[in-house]
């Protein structure tokens, strides 16, 4: 039995879950989110707690069964307390701001990089530190990593854009030949 899929899912309160057919809606404080679920997938809503079962052992419902319980669970968290990640911009002159919903980047390049922030994102800018938030963990994850795409941090000054968790291999320059 999987481990994550057989733990229930607690409703904590001000999240109200409704369950229509396939579709699990979950509505918060801060927004609502949807997601349909696998048809071999039975989700059921019991008192303050949402149960995932799945009809027999075949591998593919067994991945679907831990699957659909973190989906859900992480559906329940973020209209609840919502998802952020930190980005740390490093380098000389590099540098990032916010206007609205278009999140510059002055990374090294001979323009400045714009981003638009997807619809439900927040991205916020304090110093060399990029804040993305929002309700849908995978929102998030995504937009964070493309932003961290624009210019990945370079193992030898640790310049570029960085997950503010991240640890960067450091590398040693190039060795000299030594002396004549």
Do not use: C, W
Request: aromatic share 4%; charged share 30%.
């Amino acid at each position: 039995m999987s481990r994550i899929g057989k733990k229930p899912i607690a409703i904590p309160a001000g999240v109200d879950v409704k369950l229509d057919g396939r579709t699990v809606t979950v509505k918060g404080s801060k927004t609502t989110l949807t997601h349909d679920v696998h048809p071999n997938i039975t989700v059921k809503i019991e008192g303050d707690e949402i149960i995932v079962e799945r009809p027999n052992d075949q591998k593919q419902n067994r991945a679907l069964h831990g699957l659909t319980r973190s989906l859900i669970s992480n559906m329940v968290e973020g209209v609840n307390t919502g998802f952020k990640k930190e980005l740390e911009v490093n380098g000389v002159g590099y540098r990032a701001a916010v206007q609205g919903q278009k999140l510059t980047l002055t990374v090294g390049y001979s323009h400045p990089v714009e981003m638009t922030v997807p619809e439900g994102l927040t991205a916020e800018v304090n110093g060399n530190k990029i804040t993305i938030s929002g309700a849908d963990k995978q929102k998030v994850g995504q937009f964070a990593a493309e932003v961290r795409e624009k210019r990945p941090p370079e193992p030898y000054k640790g310049k570029g854009i960085k997950y503010a968790d991240e640890h960067i291999r450091r590398k040693e320059g190039k060795a000299g030949k030594g002396g004549k």
